[in-house]
């Protein structure tokens, strides 16, 4: 089946049950060393650490690195998808996610500081046989519905629940 | 050297030179097939994939998956930071998240509906020979430093550059 073929596909089962627009993703993991957290999302299992530099191993990426790993692979399938609705061929995309962290956020030396990235660059590289007006059309597509992209960009609403004994 | 030891050399290095308080992180990929991306993050590589659903083949957790990994990783390695600076004795952590998506959004069948999550579940579980309340002063101060809770609740300057041919 083609990814138009997909999306179409989708789009019929959703106008018929609304209910089928919803989606639930769920990871869970628990910390078992000083830094290094064991994580399951799905079938697939992931280590997360952090450099020696924050008292961990680096047996993993840590998880502001795996926030931009999320923005960089969001991008890249968002264009794949995107390519395929609007009859534009794409070959290939590279992208590269760079953030700045002032750690006197994190580490509470400096309250006035955020303890997240105080700014992120991205950089999209898409390729293939069509002008450059093309991908521009694109990528403009892409960031109005770039699920990651919309989550760095706007709050999102968190219900934290903190279970104690 | 423990953590506190740690946290403390990192205060008098940076009140000495706060230039030492920046971090730049990194990543970089690129699509290699349908929906697959390979990424590197310092020396880690890894994969991102849609589930079939998606048009994937599943063969690691989706984008947005990482983005809730990014959250839960983050939760449970800043509560370790944040009980070694509290003096609170913390023996595990728990992490589940779980994120709503209306596929609406990034299909752009309805560009009334955010493409990112809506909303997000984070259960905490956090434990040790201390009381229950000392583990909630430790969840709360951990809400306020952590980073990847913070990229979730407020946006982030993002500044995107699409390179085309």
Same mark, same amino acid.
């Given at each position: 089946?083609?990814?138009? $073929? @997909?999306?179409?596909?989708?789009r019929?089962?959703?106008?018929?049950?609304?209910?089928?627009?919803?989606?639930?993703?769920?990871?869970s993991?628990? @910390?078992?060393?000083? =830094?290094? #957290?064991?994580?399951?999302?799905?079938?697939?299992?992931? /280590? #997360?650490?952090?450099? !020696?530099?924050?008292?961990?191993?680096?047996?993993? !990426?840590?998880?502001?690195?795996?926030?931009l790993?999320?923005?960089?692979?969001?991008?890249?399938? /968002?264009?794949?998808?995107?390519? !395929?609705? @609007?009859?534009?061929?794409?070959?290939? *995309?590279? *992208?590269?996610?760079?953030?700045?962290?002032? *750690?006197r956020?994190?580490?509470?030396?400096?309250? =006035?500081?955020?303890?997240?990235f105080?700014?992120?660059?991205?950089?999209?590289?898409?390729?293939?046989?069509?002008?450059a007006?093309?991908?521009?059309?694109? $990528?403009?597509?892409?960031?109005?519905?770039?699920?990651?992209?919309? @989550?760095?960009?706007?709050?999102t609403?968190?219900?934290? /629940?903190? *279970?104690?004994?």
């Open positions: 089946m083609t990814l138009k $073929a @997909l999306i179409d596909g989708s019929t089962a959703i106008e018929a049950d609304p209910a089928k627009a919803a989606a639930v993703f769920a990871v993991g628990r @910390l078992v060393g000083t =830094t290094e #957290v064991a994580i399951r999302a799905g079938r697939h299992e992931l /280590t #997360v650490d952090e450099p !020696a530099a924050l008292a961990g191993t680096d047996l993993g !990426a840590n998880p502001v690195e795996h926030a790993i999320a923005l960089a692979s969001c991008q890249a399938i /968002t264009y794949r998808f995107w390519a !395929a609705q @609007l009859g534009i061929e794409l070959d290939s *995309v590279e *992208v590269a996610a760079e953030g700045d962290l002032d *750690v956020g994190f580490f509470g030396f400096d309250d =006035t500081i955020r303890p997240g105080t700014s992120v660059r991205l950089k999209v590289t898409p390729s293939g046989p069509e002008p007006e093309r991908y521009q059309q694109l $990528a403009d597509a892409v960031d109005e519905h770039c699920p990651v992209l919309d @989550l760095f960009s706007h709050p609403p968190i219900e934290r /629940t903190v *279970v104690t004994a």
